[in-house]
T-cell receptor, first 116, second 113 residues
Framework: SQTIHQWPATLVQPVGSPLSLECTVE??????LYWYRQAAGRGLQLLFY??????ISSEVPQNLSASRPQDRQFILSSKKLLLSDSGFYLC???????????????FGQGTRLTVV | GNSVTQMEGPVTLSEEAFLTINCTYT??????LFWYVQYPGEGLQLLLK?????DKGSNKGFEATYRKETTSFHLEKGSVQVSDSAVYFC????????????FGAGTRLAVHP
């Protein structure tokens, strides 16, 4: 069966420090991968998605970047964190392809990031 | 652009009460519609989905019907339990869009004994 791992679960970082959140998927190949953020009091917003190794699409301009160095690994990074980067970050995967809008997305447990 | 509007919470109910959480959407084409649930301290998990007009998704006593004429996908449950306390998100995925999800703001449900 497929599983998705996301770590760490919680993180407190000072303003201006770097960030690296990692997500890995097991039990499937060539998934679409996603990073979402849930800011306090707000809904979920798609930050990045990837349809293949090295292929990253950004949905919103921001202080963050994403990379996909391996098929089932998705990394969210920042060189210098801002207070506004605080939130709950969720990694997700779905089956590969563009014509898959009727399929389920599977989410990790999330990382709660607090920038102080 | 595409969007999802969801009733604001929190919604507070007594056990065995009837639940309705309203959700309306704006989208071109023929999106798929989803309800996801987030239990405290956890990630999201799919509750139910509907992929075409007039489809009814159901799971764990929850139901929602894809109404294209009113662009709605309201979530209902006839008798809620304390264990249903969670945040509920309505979402859509556009056809041909790599399954990118657009979420509503979420509705927090608290059920008391």
């Amino acid at each position: 069966s497929q599983t998705i791992h996301q770590w760490p679960a919680t993180l407190v970082q000072p303003v201006g420090s770097p960030l690296s959140l990692e997500c890995t998927v097991e039990g499937t190949s060539n998934p679409n991968l996603y990073w979402y953020r849930q800011a306090a009091g707000r809904g979920l917003q798609l930050l990045f998605y990837s349809v293949g190794i090295g292929q990253i699409s950004s949905e919103v301009p921001q202080n963050l970047s994403a990379s996909r160095p391996q098929d089932r690994q998705f990394i969210l990074s920042s060189k210098k964190l801002l207070l506004s980067d605080s939130g709950f970050y969720l990694c997700a995967w779905s089956v590969r392809g563009r014509m898959t809008w009727n399929t389920e997305a599977f989410f990790g447990q999330g990382t709660r990031l607090t920038v102080v | 652009g595409n969007s999802v509007t969801q009733m604001e919470g929190p919604v507070t109910l007594s056990e065995e009460a009837f639940l309705t959480i309203n959700c309306t959407y704006t989208a071109t084409g023929y999106p798929s519609l989803f309800w996801y649930v987030q239990y405290p301290g956890e990630g999201l998990q799919l509750l139910l989905k509907a992929t075409k007009a007039d489809d009814k998704g159901s799971n764990k006593g929850f139901e929602a019907t894809y109404r294209k004429e009113t662009t709605s996908f309201h979530l209902e449950k006839g008798s809620v339990q304390v264990s249903d306390s969670a945040v509920y998100f309505c979402a859509l995925s556009s056809s041909g869009g790599y399954n990118k999800l657009i979420f509503g703001a979420g509705t927090r449900l608290a059920v008391h004994p």
